[in-house]
């Protein structure tokens, strides 16, 4: 038996149509914004936008706590995620931001706690799909780490003002 991520393309997009409330084409057009896919095809965007899962959550619900075990990245379609490190907040998330990406890289556990500010709906997309992904297409890796240093740079500056 054929599990699911097995499937060819076109029976994942359709359980991915019958499954979600986002159309494909639309997680298609969002993955667009996303500069991580930025030297993603249509064709790959779409196998990506297949394979991610959609979440709806409520405010003040956690996506991850700090400590959790980690095997996905979070895209973040509408709504607000508050990170917080010790109860205090580091960081407001807005659509089209891409967060958990360094503990789906490293397979460390989390680092930090997710918790949405308001209602949010986030495309999760497994480390698997996410190897996968950056395996065909070296950019994508590139990216992930540009947006690590980002972060960085910004965590050291927030340090620098303590």
Not at 36 to 55: K, N, P
Request: glycine share 6%.
């Amino acid at each position: 038996m054929l599990s699911r991520t097995t499937w060819p393309a076109a029976i994942r997009i359709q359980f991915a149509l019958a499954s979600s409330k986002i159309p494909l084409l639309q997680r298609v057009h969002f993955l667009r914004a996303v500069s991580l896919f930025d030297a993603v095809s249509g064709e790959d965007l779409m196998q990506i936008a297949s394979a991610a899962t959609e979440l709806a959550l409520g405010a003040d619900q956690t996506v991850f706590a700090k400590g959790d075990p980690s095997q996905e990245i979070y895209l973040l379609v509408a709504g607000c995620v508050i990170v917080l490190d010790g109860g205090a907040p580091i960081a407001t998330l807005r659509p089209p931001e891409v967060f958990g990406e360094l503990a789906a890289l490293d397979g460390e556990p989390r680092s930090a706690t997710a918790v949405c500010g308001e209602p949010t709906t986030l495309l999760r997309i497994a480390r698997g799909d996410l190897d996968e992904i950056m395996e065909r297409k070296p950019q994508v890796a590139r990216e992930i780490i540009r947006v690590l240093a980002r972060r960085l740079r910004d965590s050291t500056a927030r340090l620098t003002k303590h």
